[in-house]
Protein backbone atom coordinates (compact mmCIF):
# COMPACT_ATOMS: atom_id res chain seq x y z
CA UNK A 1 0.00 0.00 0.00
CA UNK A 2 1.48 3.36 -1.15
CA UNK A 3 0.21 6.32 1.37
CA UNK A 4 2.01 9.04 -1.49
CA UNK A 5 -0.15 11.57 -3.06
CA UNK A 6 0.78 11.85 -6.84
CA UNK A 7 0.29 14.85 -8.71
CA UNK A 8 0.10 15.04 -12.00
CA UNK A 9 0.06 18.53 -13.87
CA UNK A 10 -2.19 19.94 -16.00
CA UNK A 11 -1.79 21.46 -19.28
CA UNK A 12 -3.09 25.21 -19.33
CA UNK A 13 -5.33 25.54 -21.83
CA UNK A 14 -5.50 29.55 -23.26
CA UNK A 15 -8.89 30.85 -22.98
CA UNK A 16 -10.80 31.26 -26.48
CA UNK A 17 -11.14 35.12 -25.71
CA UNK A 18 -8.87 37.59 -25.83
CA UNK A 19 -8.06 40.24 -23.39
CA UNK A 20 -9.84 43.12 -25.36
CA UNK A 21 -12.75 40.98 -26.06
CA UNK A 22 -12.89 40.21 -22.14
CA UNK A 23 -12.82 44.30 -21.53
CA UNK A 24 -15.76 44.70 -23.73
CA UNK A 25 -18.04 42.32 -22.06
CA UNK A 26 -16.91 43.65 -18.98
CA UNK A 27 -18.16 46.61 -20.04
CA UNK A 28 -21.23 45.62 -21.39
CA UNK A 29 -22.39 43.93 -18.30
CA UNK A 30 -21.30 47.31 -16.31
CA UNK A 31 -23.17 49.75 -18.98
CA UNK A 32 -26.51 47.50 -17.96
CA UNK A 33 -26.30 47.08 -14.63
CA UNK A 34 -25.89 50.78 -14.61
CA UNK A 35 -28.72 51.17 -16.85
CA UNK A 36 -30.73 48.98 -14.66
CA UNK A 37 -30.03 50.67 -11.50
CA UNK A 38 -30.81 53.95 -13.18
CA UNK A 39 -34.24 52.84 -13.77
CA UNK A 40 -34.74 51.39 -10.37
CA UNK A 41 -34.13 54.67 -8.83
CA UNK A 42 -36.23 56.25 -11.34
CA UNK A 43 -38.97 54.35 -10.19
CA UNK A 44 -38.30 55.01 -6.84
CA UNK A 45 -37.73 58.63 -6.98
CA UNK A 46 -41.62 58.53 -9.44
CA UNK A 47 -42.80 56.51 -6.21
CA UNK A 48 -41.64 59.03 -3.83
CA UNK A 49 -43.54 61.75 -5.23
CA UNK A 50 -46.74 60.34 -6.00
CA UNK A 51 -49.32 61.01 -3.80
CA UNK A 52 -50.93 58.75 -1.27
CA UNK A 53 -53.94 59.12 -0.08
CA UNK A 54 -54.59 58.33 3.87
CA UNK A 55 -57.69 55.47 5.22
CA UNK A 56 -59.19 58.48 6.68
CA UNK A 57 -59.19 60.60 3.51
CA UNK A 58 -60.38 57.54 0.93
CA UNK A 59 -63.48 57.58 3.39
CA UNK A 60 -63.86 61.03 3.11
CA UNK A 61 -63.51 61.10 -0.45
CA UNK A 62 -65.98 58.01 -0.71
CA UNK A 63 -68.52 59.01 2.07
CA UNK A 64 -68.85 62.88 0.15
CA UNK A 65 -68.67 60.99 -3.30
CA UNK A 66 -65.79 63.18 -4.47
CA UNK A 67 -64.36 62.56 -7.84
CA UNK A 68 -61.03 62.82 -8.56
CA UNK A 69 -60.10 62.52 -12.40
CA UNK A 70 -56.40 61.81 -13.43
CA UNK A 71 -56.02 64.94 -14.61
CA UNK A 72 -57.18 66.72 -11.28
CA UNK A 73 -54.26 64.11 -9.28
CA UNK A 74 -51.93 65.50 -11.63
CA UNK A 75 -52.42 69.11 -10.32
CA UNK A 76 -53.10 68.26 -6.93
CA UNK A 77 -49.53 66.80 -7.40
CA UNK A 78 -48.38 69.73 -8.81
CA UNK A 79 -49.83 71.99 -6.06
CA UNK A 80 -47.80 69.37 -3.33
CA UNK A 81 -44.61 70.08 -5.44
CA UNK A 82 -45.06 73.81 -5.16
CA UNK A 83 -45.44 73.86 -1.27
CA UNK A 84 -42.98 71.26 -0.90
CA UNK A 85 -40.20 73.66 -2.86
CA UNK A 86 -41.47 76.83 0.04
CA UNK A 87 -40.94 74.26 2.69
CA UNK A 88 -43.92 73.44 4.11
CA UNK A 89 -44.59 70.16 5.85
CA UNK A 90 -48.30 70.33 6.26
CA UNK A 91 -50.82 72.33 3.46
CA UNK A 92 -53.92 73.15 2.86
CA UNK A 93 -54.52 72.65 -0.69
CA UNK A 94 -57.76 74.32 -2.02
CA UNK A 95 -58.38 72.68 -5.72
CA UNK A 96 -61.84 73.83 -7.27
CA UNK A 97 -64.51 73.38 -4.34
CA UNK A 98 -62.22 70.57 -2.59
CA UNK A 99 -59.93 71.09 0.26
CA UNK A 100 -57.12 68.34 0.84
CA UNK A 101 -54.99 68.55 3.58
CA UNK A 102 -51.94 67.32 2.88
CA UNK A 103 -48.74 66.46 4.57
CA UNK A 104 -46.26 67.47 2.52
CA UNK A 105 -43.20 65.93 3.51
CA UNK A 106 -44.62 61.95 3.44
CA UNK A 107 -47.01 62.80 0.08
CA UNK A 108 -50.46 61.56 1.91
CA UNK A 109 -53.61 63.21 1.76
CA UNK A 110 -54.53 63.53 5.35
CA UNK A 111 -58.26 64.43 4.85
CA UNK A 112 -60.56 66.22 1.92
CA UNK A 113 -63.70 68.07 2.34
CA UNK A 114 -65.82 69.15 -0.10
CA UNK A 115 -67.56 72.16 -1.28
CA UNK A 116 -70.85 71.38 1.12
CA UNK A 117 -68.54 71.21 4.21
CA UNK A 118 -65.90 74.33 3.97
CA UNK A 119 -68.34 76.51 5.19
CA UNK A 120 -67.17 78.13 8.86
CA UNK A 121 -64.46 75.17 8.70
CA UNK A 122 -61.28 75.51 10.42
CA UNK A 123 -58.03 73.93 9.36
CA UNK A 124 -55.13 73.32 12.18
CA UNK A 125 -51.66 72.39 12.16
CA UNK A 126 -50.65 73.36 8.88
CA UNK A 127 -47.82 75.84 7.65
CA UNK A 128 -49.08 76.77 4.27
CA UNK A 129 -51.99 76.77 1.53
CA UNK A 130 -52.06 76.45 -2.12
CA UNK A 131 -54.88 77.55 -4.20
CA UNK A 132 -55.23 75.84 -7.26
Known amino acids: MDNKIRWQPQ ?14 EAE ?3 SAEATKFQEILKDKMLEEKTLKFSKHAKQR ?6 VI ?3 DLLKINMAVEKAAEKGVKDSLILFEDIAFVVSV ?8 VDGDNLKENVFTNIDGAVIV
Do not use: D, F
Open 11 to 24: PIIPPKTTGKQLLV
Open 28 to 30: KIK
Open 61 to 66: IKSRNI
Open 69 to 71: SEN
Open 105 to 112: KNRIVITA
